[in-house]
């Protein structure tokens, strides 16, 4: 049985079939605050089974997923195979903030979505946005999306059902916390937790980091209590 979140997303899980719906809900909204061109360079961290490379592959220049699973990233590779525009990168799962595979490179935007809550403290944090610092091109964007910052996870199970009502998911999103309410996601969770902070304290990292960052008002994922982050450049 999977103990860490890093054994978590090694391994078949409840999230392989439903993640895009929660990215569909993301996808119809992101691009009032991300412009796309066939010249953007994207970096995708924690790319999951590729559903942002899925959705904007054919729109920008090029896009790199960054992941710690393997086989998330093999997943993602076999359905690219034929796209040379698009390339998934291992990270070492106990050097997950050392993005060496993109080191040299710049990107115009930088995503990260639902991520951040399975890293273990505010100083990954830090490292995480010092790093967005050091990949961003100028005039770039980047976006850290459906960020916990406190509340009730009895809320947060709330705002999710409401939303995929109003969506017509709520079947299939019902399913899924049902699912997660007996497999090792429930276990794992209960062992580690996730990483919370609230909007000052990502606020006064961004500021420690010297990047100029403001919280998106509205909602971009299912999710209503989670919040998104902004970083212009
Ligand atoms: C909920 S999924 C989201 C995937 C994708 N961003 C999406 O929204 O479809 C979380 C992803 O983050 C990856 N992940 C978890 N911890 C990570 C870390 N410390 N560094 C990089 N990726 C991580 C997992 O392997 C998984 O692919």
């Known amino acids: 049985m999977a103990s860490t979140w890093l054994d978590f997303w090694q391994k078949e899980n409840e999230f392989d079939d439903s993640m895009s719906t929660n990215y569909a809900y993301f996808l119809a909204r992101v691009e009032e605050y991300i412009p796309l061109s066939k010249k953007t360079k994207v970096l995708d961290i924690g790319s999951g089974p590729g559903n942002l490379e899925d959705a904007w592959h054919h729109r920008i220049a090029e896009i790199h997923g960054l992941d710690i699973s393997k086989r998330y990233n093999e997943i993602a590779r076999a359905k690219h195979a034929n796209h040379t525009n698009v390339y998934f990168h291992d990270l070492p799962a106990d050097d997950y903030l050392n993005f060496q595979p993109v ?29 967005i610092k050091e990949l961003a091109a100028p005039g770039a964007k980047a976006l850290i999306c459906d960020i916990m910052v406190g509340g009730s996870v009895l809320k947060d199970i709330a705002s999710i059902i409401g939303r995929s009502l109003r969506q017509g998911q709520l079947l299939s999103m019902l399913r899924l916390l049902v699912r997660l309410r007996f497999s090792s996601y429930y276990e794992v969770r209960k062992e580690n937790g996730f990483l919370v902070l609230p909007k000052q304290e990502w606020l006064e990292i961004a500021r420690q980091v010297g990047v100029d960052a403001r919280f998106i008002n509205e909602p971009l994922t299912l999710q209503q209590e989670r919040q998104n982050l902004l970083i212009q450049f």
């Open 103 to 131: 080191k040299s490179q710049q990107f115009d935007v930088i995503i990260v979505m639902s991520v951040v809550q399975y890293y273990r403290n505010a100083d990954e944090i830090k490292s995480l946005i010092q790093s």
